[in-house]
């Protein structure tokens, strides 16, 4: 199912703002809110039962409220691209408007 390479790169994206100090936590309670805005996924292979694989993950800001998360899954066994992804995410503040926390991108883009 293509949609369990969506849960695998939320996945990684959360842990590597968990790896960054991002606090979704934190966030929410001030209001708030980082959110997928758009999602490119470029399937090129099949992850099948029991393949180990990683995924890579870069991310750079797109404009003054965007941010992009590029994502790679390599499966191990062969070192073969399966998946490549372009994660486009923002922040949202309390009335639903992009708004970039401050020291978010330091944190992201370190």
């Known amino acids: 199912n293509n949609a369990?390479?969506?849960?695998y790169l939320e996945h990684c994206r959360h842990e590597f703002l968990l790896?960054?100090?991002?606090?979704?936590?934190?966030?929410?309670?001030?209001?708030?809110?980082?959110?997928?805005?758009?999602a490119e996924l470029d399937y090129k292979r099949?992850?099948?039962?029991?393949?180990?694989?990683s995924i890579g993950l870069n991310v750079s800001m797109m404009d003054r409220v965007r941010f992009v998360f590029e994502q790679t899954v390599i499966?191990?066994?062969?070192k073969a691209t399966c998946l490549n992804a372009r994660i486009i995410a923002t922040a949202l503040n309390q009335r639903g408007r992009p708004s970039i926390p401050r020291g978010l991108i330091a944190q992201l883009c370190r």
């Not at 369990?4 to 849960?7: A, E, K, P, T």
């Not at 960054?20 to 959110?35: E, K, M, S, T, Y």
């Open 4 to 7: 369990v390479y969506q849960n």
């Open 19 to 38: 790896d960054r100090g991002v606090d979704f936590a934190a966030l929410a309670r001030d209001g708030i809110n980082l959110v997928v805005v758009r």
């Open 46 to 53: 099949s992850l099948t039962s029991q393949d180990e694989f």
């Open 75 to 78: 499966r191990h066994s062969d």
